[in-house]
């Protein structure tokens, strides 16, 4: 299993929106995750920046590709572009991080 970490931002104002939405994340797009391996996904918000931060914990980066590469996930990109800046495949603007330290 491994451990990802990355930050995104969304516009100015979108916060809520973006709150509602995910609260409210699409069933198909749940058992899609989880299908590919994904547990112990968060995502958090620093009000005062925009920044997103997403953790999350899954078996590869295949497997996390995979996801991008389904149906629903591009889908789900299209529903929230209009929130935060994106990829010209759709997908959010992220910056990877690297873990620099881990206690278990």
């Not at 958090?44 to 920046?49: R, S």
Request: aromatic fraction near 12%.
């Amino acid at each position: 299993m491994m451990r990802k970490a990355f930050v995104m931002t969304i516009h100015k104002g979108a916060g809520a929106e973006y709150e509602r939405r995910h609260r409210s994340i699409w069933k198909e797009l749940e058992m899609t995750l989880k299908a590919h391996g994904v547990s112990n996904y968060s995502i958090f918000l620093n009000n005062e920046t925009r920044q997103l931060f997403g953790y999350v914990e899954i078996e590869s980066e295949k497997r996390w590709q995979e996801i991008a590469d389904t149906e629903v996930c591009q889908r789900w990109w299209q529903f929230m572009r209009e929130l935060m800046p994106t990829n010209e495949d759709g997908s959010p603007v992220q910056k990877e991080l690297q873990e620099v330290f881990h206690l278990d």
